[in-house]
């Protein structure tokens, strides 16, 4: 079974593309929901996660998210220390989902896909582009954040020109009928 791995900067869209191949059948296994869950759920992984940044990561309610991205998204190093502490649990559950699904192929949505070295484990890779200033202004409506919370989120990610150059197929999502349009000629190619 061909894994393909699905990224692209905060604020593409990949959500919305990783939506509409599920249209289509194909699996979808989004790593940020899988990362967050073992977040709250997994005491290992919770211990670890406090000792690395203190108490206050998790409320009553669960993660603080706002609290850790505070800490990490301008410290590069306590993102790495994190990361290491999150991805290799994830890419095991990973493992087991894939196992179980029963399709030509099923797609990896990850955020950091190139930047964690992640697609060289995949077979094809698919990046999805927005100009910057629609990004932003995509992540100003959907999170309640600030424009300096989302540039901070956005200098820990490549450039979409550093990972073009990776990427086996690139989906411009400005406009959803266009997008639609390019996702079936990628399925379609997938799927020979």
């Not at 990972?163 to 020979?192: G, M, S, Y």
């Amino acid at each position: 079974m061909k894994v393909i791995g699905l990224t692209g900067g905060i604020g593409s869209g990949k959500s919305t593309v990783a939506e509409m191949f599920a249209k289509l059948g194909v699996p979808i296994y989004i790593a940020d929901d899988e990362a967050k869950k073992l977040m709250n759920e997994d005491i290992s992984v919770k211990k670890q996660i406090v000792d690395l940044l203190g108490m206050n990561s998790y409320t009553e309610q669960g993660l603080n998210r706002s609290f850790i991205a505070d800490k990490v998204f301008n410290n590069k190093e306590l993102l790495e220390k994190l990361n290491a502490i999150v991805h290799p649990k994830v890419a095991t559950h990973f493992t087991k989902w894939k196992n179980e699904q029963k399709f030509e192929y099923v797609i990896k949505e990850a955020a950091i896909l190139f930047e964690n070295g992640g697609y060289k484990r995949c077979d094809h890779t698919i990046l999805v582009t927005a100009p910057k200033e629609t990004r932003i202004k995509r992540v100003l409506k959907r999170d309640n954040t600030t424009r300096s919370q989302v540039l901070a989120r956005l200098k820990n990610q490549w450039e979409d020109s550093e990972k073009i150059p990776l990427a086996d197929f690139v989906i411009i999502n400005t406009n959803l009928e266009e997008t639609w349009l390019q996702i079936k000629k990628i399925h379609n190619k997938l799927t020979l």
